[in-house]
T-cell receptor, first 112, second 113 residues
Framework: GNSVTQMEGPVTLSEEAFLTINCTYT??????LFWYVQYPGEGLQLLLK?????DKGSNKGFEATYRKETTSFHLEKGSVQVSDSAVYFC???????????FGTGTRLKVLA | ETGVTQSPTHLIKTRGQQVTLRCSSQ?????VSWYQQALGQGPQFIFQ???????GRGNFPPRFSGLQFPNYSSELNVNALELDDSALYLC????????????FGPGTRLTVT
């Protein structure tokens, strides 16, 4: 079946540190991959996406590259800010289906 | 362009009661999906409605039911509430039944006591 595995949190970093949140997936077919962010008390916001192998999604300094050979979609940011503190969800959607499969989320805490 | 809205924001119910949650889809979208997000977990797919018909369902019992209206807004109904139904319920809208890009509302926080 289809599934997403994320690294467990919380991840605690100092401001301006480099961020990596690992995400790997299992999917039948050709998935589209997403990172969503959830701030405290809020719903999900799409952060970035990639729809085919080797695509790089990017937004607000965050990047993730769709790696088919390693079935991964790791999220990176070169210099985190306190305002990046949130929960990050990796998700996939397989063409021909109608739903997202989410990982369990990774909480990021950035300290000033 | 109006985004996805949900009501109410918070709700407290007693075990055994019934609840209705509402969602207005983003302008131009004809598909609505519902997800349940338990505390500390990722969202789990409940079902999807496309043009007023259920288009797919996740692993949830029949006491979870839904509707979509001609204006593409939607309701999620849960009967015989259980304590484990306490969660954030998220609605997402998209265009088309196989769209990979869904836009989420802020959610309804349901607490069952």
């Amino acid at each position: 079946g289809n599934s997403v595995t994320q690294m467990e949190g919380p991840v605690t970093l100092s401001e301006e540190a480099f961020l990596t949140i690992n995400c790997t997936y299992t999917a039948t077919g050709y998935p589209s991959l997403f990172w969503y962010v959830q701030y405290p008390g809020e719903g999900l916001q799409l952060l970035l996406k990639a729809t085919k192998a080797d695509d790089k999604g990017s937004n607000k300094g965050f990047e993730a590259t769709y790696r088919k050979e390693t079935t991964s979609f790791h999220l990176e940011k070169g210099s985190v800010q306190v305002s990046d503190s949130a929960v990050y969800f990796c998700a996939l959607s397989v063409s021909g289906t109608y739903k997202y499969i989410f990982g369990t989320g990774t909480r990021l805490k950035v300290l000033a | 362009e109006t985004g996805v809205t949900q009501s109410p924001t918070h709700l407290i119910k007693t075990r055994g009661q019934q609840v209705t949650l509402r969602c207005s889809s983003q302008s131009g979208h004809n598909t609505v999906s519902w997800y349940q997000q338990a505390l500390g977990q990722g969202p789990q797919f409940i079902f999807q409605y496309y043009r007023e018909e259920e288009n797919g369902r996740g692993n949830f019992p029949p006491r979870f039911s839904g509707l979509q209206f001609p204006n593409y807004s939607s309701e999620l109904n849960v009967n015989a509430l259980e304590l484990d139904d306490s969660a954030l319920y998220l609605c997402a809208s998209s265009y088309g039944q196989d769209s990979y890009e869904q836009y989420f509302g802020p959610g309804t926080r349901l607490t069952v006591t």
